[in-house]
């Protein structure tokens, strides 16, 4: 027997077939489970993309009809560590951040920096009281190379109402860095190098 029946609820039903000449079957019970939610398309940061500020970094994606529990959000430093199909998010241990957000809700923010001049994978999936739907085919980009300072030559300058030589040492420098000195108390001054390389800046009167 084949027929098409609106099983338009989730849970418990029954099901029973009586014959033409008044016999009847005794009823058998099957669940119905709630259709699976489809996968979101991820929007932001754009796959493939480089340069992206490791401090600032939102997500986003598309809304997935029936997602009444919002969604999980996985970002990883390795494609092969996030899950896919049936996975639940708990799969992922090795993601850098295994996030939720409420129901409506289609963005998200790293509740800390990400790391610099590093590649990120990430997916999303819609959920609902029952568990998760289809993971979204997973995305990547890479954040930017920042500078870094990690130490100053003198360390101790002295105080002098005349400008003094001074030499930043560390990582990252670009030719036309500017540097910014900033007392705890009072304005910034913006100073331009009289020299930059890869690993110092000095900066002299």
């Known amino acids: 027997i084949q027929v098409s029946p ?19 079957a005794v009823p058998l019970g099957f669940t119905v489970a709630a259709a699976a939610l489809s996968a979101p398309t991820l929007l ?39 899950p896919q199909g049936a996975a639940t998010a708990s799969a992922c241990t090795s993601c850098v951040f295994n996030s939720s957000t409420s129901s409506g809700v289609t963005s998200w923010s790293p509740p800390t920096p990400l790391s610099s001049g590093t590649t990120y994978f990430w997916e999303v999936q819609g959920k609902t009281s029952s568990g998760g739907g289809a993971w979204s085919v ?38 036309g860095a500017q540097v910014l000195f900033q007392p ?21 009167p």
């Open 6 to 24: 609106t099983l338009n609820q989730t849970g418990a039903w029954a099901v029973d077939v009586k014959n033409p000449d008044g016999g009847v």
């Open 138 to 175: 997973p995305s990547s980009f890479t954040t930017l190379t920042l500078p870094v300072i990690n130490s100053i030559t003198p360390p101790t300058p002295t105080m002098n109402s005349s400008a003094q030589p001074v030499t930043l040492n560390g990582t990252g420098f670009q030719n």
């Open 44 to 82: 932001t940061p754009v796959n493939g993309s480089t340069g992206i500020i490791p401090t600032s970094t939102p997500f986003s994606w598309t809304a997935v009809t029936g997602a009444t529990s919002g969604y999980n959000i996985l970002v990883a430093t390795s494609s092969s560590g996030l």
């Open 184 to 204: 705890t108390v009072g304005s910034a001054s913006w100073v331009t190098p009289s020299s930059v390389s890869a690993t110092a800046i000095h900066v002299s």
